[in-house]
């Protein structure tokens, strides 16, 4: 067992097109890098039982949350020669049309990190419990199945 801290992927809100496009261009200094594949997973809004969502309400609790995405993260380097790898789910509310999982992977070669992306969000929705509660336009809500 290692002592090293669990580092968090949550961030509150939506993920803004700003924190992406940072997290990309502060790759541009690692070289060995020939290929970068990201994810990003948008609140749809969908209708059901004739009510729009308007928003999901996401919680977790982070501490078993984070060490799943931590275990994660450790299966996907074993698995694929990766250079980097990144995490981020947002926490609380966001909109319709908002981003809420920004998964970004790193390698040498290009169809390395297509696998690695799709094994990661894979791995995230079957194992990582976060809860997402759909909020209806007229302020009622569900809880959101994975599907």
């Keep these: 067992m290692t002592d090293k801290k669990t580092k968090s992927v949550f961030k509150q809100g939506p993920i803004s097109s700003e924190f992406i496009g ?10 060995s890098i020939g290929a970068h594949n990201i994810f990003l997973g948008q609140v749809r809004a969908d209708v059901i039982d004739n009510k729009i ?8 609790y982070e501490t078993m949350a984070n ?8 299966a996907t380097f074993k698995k694929f020669d990766l250079t980097c790898m990144h995490i981020y789910h947002s926490i609380g509310t966001v909109k319709a049309g ?11 070669r290009r169809k390395i990190v297509f696998k690695a992306i ?3 969000v894979e791995e995230i929705k079957a ?5 997402g509660k ?13 599907k």
């Design 98 to 108: 908002e981003i809420c999982l920004f998964v970004f992977a790193s390698s040498p």
């Design 118 to 120: 799709e094994y990661i």
């Design 67 to 74: 060490e799943k995405f931590n275990t994660i993260r450790e």
């Design 22 to 31: 940072t997290a990309i261009a502060k790759h541009q200094t690692k070289t």
């Design 134 to 146: 759909e909020i209806f336009e007229d302020d009622t809500h569900q809880w959101k199945a994975n």
């Design 53 to 60: 969502v308007t928003a999901i309400e996401y919680t977790a």
């Design 127 to 131: 194992h990582v419990p976060v809860f």
